[in-house]
């Protein structure tokens, strides 16, 4: 069983950055993909970056191409989201997830594929 715990979440204004972090409580070394995803007011919660477990492969959504940036620290098992440029449009709760894979396999962009969610950081951004 993995717990993730995000964290970083908060209120910044249009233009703005925030990083959110996801910690794993799985064993070091474990070979999970991770992946973000958000759920905005009255949405459905939709992919918005994934990382592979040796970070080799990186996927954004088309809306955060270029303001995003996915990481992972693998000796914490941690990944990060570096949220810059910030529009009020990405106002969300940010779930990070997290999927055992093989090598040389990308994150998965589907939800249904991910095995482990965390609870949700919200993210507001003003204009």
């Known amino acids: 069983q993995v717990q993730l715990v995000e964290s970083g979440g908060g209120s910044v204004q249009a233009g703005g950055s925030l990083r959110l972090s996801c910690a794993a409580s799985?064993?070091?070394?474990?070979?999970?993909?991770m992946g973000w995803f958000r759920q905005a007011p009255g949405k459905e919660r939709e992919f918005v970056a994934g990382?592979?477990?040796?970070?080799?492969?990186?996927d954004y959504a088309d809306s955060v191409k270029g303001r995003f940036t996915i990481s992972r620290e693998n000796a914490k098992i941690t990944a990060y989201l570096q949220m810059n440029s910030l529009k009020p449009e990405d106002t969300a709760v940010y779930y990070c997830?997290?999927?055992?894979?093989?090598?040389?396999?990308?994150?998965?962009?589907?939800?249904?594929?991910?095995?482990?969610w965390g609870q949700g950081t919200q993210v507001t951004v003003s204009s």
């Open positions: 990382i592979s477990r040796y970070g080799e492969y990186t």
């Open positions: 799985a064993r070091p070394g474990s070979s999970y993909a």
């Open positions: 997830a997290a999927v055992f894979t093989g090598p040389f396999e990308p994150a998965p962009l589907e939800q249904r594929s991910y095995n482990y």
